[in-house]
């Protein structure tokens, strides 16, 4: 029987790895002290998430798209400097045939919307879309010189079943429009009938803010199904809007999905630092849009999973979308297998 001071048990979600394509990557644009010559073909990971309280399943980034004309004319010149690239398995393949991506996905949260994060949206009709403020602005409008219109989709993303998450309070780590010569992507409020929508689902939409984790660096954290179980982390400097997750899986486990805050662990890990190179226009540039504020969200992390391995209170595996290493030792936690 509960007693008045007994305490809610505490929510847990599980999470599998999923195929999303791959791409190449030439190692010189990525990391510092890099062969010049050294391609990469890397995985662009997805995960499936599954929420037993509701048995909603929440999908992670959707990878690389299945048909490559679906891309625009800009972007699919960018993507011919990533070849090889391989389409399959895609996301939709890796879910099959135990969920169908048609009946049985009920959400989808990208951490970012580059043309290897978006994947195939038409194959989730019954899924909300969930993005970093921003987005839908980014996608219209493009984010400045090195990021313009051209190398987005406007109509990537359903337009009746998308959210962005609130905008992240002010006074937090904001990125300056004169500084990157152009606006910053504005929000976009979203409709009652996709909120209805959503929080008919999802009670907990209701109430997204964003705030501090106790015992956790995380200055934005939104509690997604407002149970503890999954966080949606701010992680700026990669690409406006850039979000992560963090979930937890156990008592003292989690896992941190890592998307592009870098791309080669080894970053993570103080082996290797950002790379920088010359960006066509009589500058310097990095594959993140705001590389000092790329370093202070992985300076963030890397010092907090230090920090818990050292203290023991929890054990935080981290996991980035780009991983060929982690995704050749870990096949057996792919769908439906769990990490």
Known sequence: MATSDSKPQPAYVTVSALDGGHLTLPERLFVTDADPDKRSTVPSLAFLIQHPPTNLNLVFDLGVKRDLNGYTAAQRIHIAQR?????????????????????????????????????????F?????????????????????????ELFNDDELPALRTVEFPPVPSGGVDYDAEEHETRVPQHTPVSPDTLANLTSKLPAAASWSWHPIDGFPFPHALDFFGDGSLYVIDSPGHLYAHV???ARLGERRYVYLGGDC???????????DIAIYPDGKGGVRSVHIDTAMARRTLDRLAAFTHD??????????????????WRELNRHRFWPGRL
């Open 244 to 246: 992560n997750l963090l």
């Open 83 to 123: 070849q090889p690239v391989l389409v399959s398995p895609d996301v939709a393949t890796s879910l099959g045939p135990l969920l169908d991506p048609a009946r049985d996905i009920d959400l989808v949260i990208l951490s970012h919307v580059h043309w290897d994060h978006v994947g195939t949206s038409s194959d």
């Open 308 to 325: 818990a391995a050292r203290v023991g209170e929890v054990e935080i595996e981290v996991v980035v979308a780009h991983d060929g290493v």
């Open 262 to 272: 870098c791309h080669d662990p080894r970053i993570l890990a103080g082996d290797k």
């Open 125 to 149: 009709p019954a899924a909300t879309f969930a993005v970093g403020s921003g987005t839908l602005d980014l996608l219209k409008n493009g984010g400045g010189p090195l990021y313009p219109a």
